[in-house]
């Protein structure tokens, strides 16, 4: 199931550096206004353009419903009706990674969950969907060391 859809809006993520005396960066601050903005804004257009497919339902193979692979694209096909269970939950997600002897690079992610119920004839289940959206990639350049030791086996 895919929930593509363009943010009408331009969000602009911005970053504060603070440095120290030296002019070393000591801080990194995302603007958190910004960040729970483009999260509410993810979840109404997830709920918008979920509310479409409720009503329209998503067709798929009678093979789709079995165990096995090789029956997957088989068979008529049914229409599977999609009802969202609970509210859509989101967070975000700090990744720091080390990119060079003076290299951090610092990615956010937000992290989009709900549960859907899977309605078909005679049968329903319900459905753990998640997605992972990038938002930021940074890469923040620190002091070269004096001396540096790879210690990684």
Same mark, same amino acid.
């Given at each position: 199931?895919? !929930? !593509?859809?363009?943010?009408?809006?331009?969000?602009?993520?911005?970053?504060?550096? /603070?440095?120290?005396?030296?002019?070393?960066?000591?801080?990194?601050?995302?603007?958190?206004? @910004?960040q729970?903005? =483009?999260?509410?804004?993810?979840?109404?257009?997830?709920?918008?353009?979920?509310?479409?497919?409720?009503?329209? %339902?998503?067709?798929?193979?009678? %093979?789709y =419903?079995?165990?096995?692979?090789?029956?997957?694209?088989? %068979?008529?096909?049914? $229409?599977?009706?999609?009802?969202?269970?609970?509210?859509?939950?989101?967070?975000? /997600?700090?990744?720091? /990674?080390?990119?060079?002897?003076?290299? $951090?690079?610092?990615?956010?992610?937000?992290?989009?969950?709900?549960?859907?119920?899977?309605?078909?004839?005679?049968?329903s289940?319900?459905?753990?969907?998640?997605?992972?959206?990038?938002?930021?990639?940074?890469?923040?350049? %620190?002091?070269?060391?004096?001396?540096?030791?790879? @210690?990684?086996?």
């Open positions: 199931l895919s !929930l !593509l859809f363009k943010l009408d809006d331009q969000i602009d993520m911005k970053f504060e550096a /603070e440095k120290d005396e030296e002019g070393n960066i000591s801080l990194m601050r995302a603007d958190t206004v @910004m729970n903005y =483009l999260a509410s804004q993810v979840v109404l257009k997830c709920n918008d353009r979920f509310k479409k497919y409720e009503s329209v %339902g998503v067709k798929i193979p009678i %093979g =419903l079995t165990n096995s692979s090789f029956f997957y694209n088989m %068979g008529p096909s049914i $229409t599977v009706k999609m009802r969202q269970v609970g509210n859509i939950n989101t967070s975000y /997600e700090s990744v720091f /990674e080390s990119a060079g002897i003076n290299q $951090t690079r610092h990615k956010i992610y937000l992290n989009v969950d709900m549960k859907i119920r899977v309605i078909v004839p005679l049968k289940r319900d459905v753990e969907v998640s997605c992972q959206i990038p938002v930021s990639d940074t890469i923040i350049v %620190g002091k070269i060391p004096d001396t540096a030791i790879n @210690m990684n086996p």
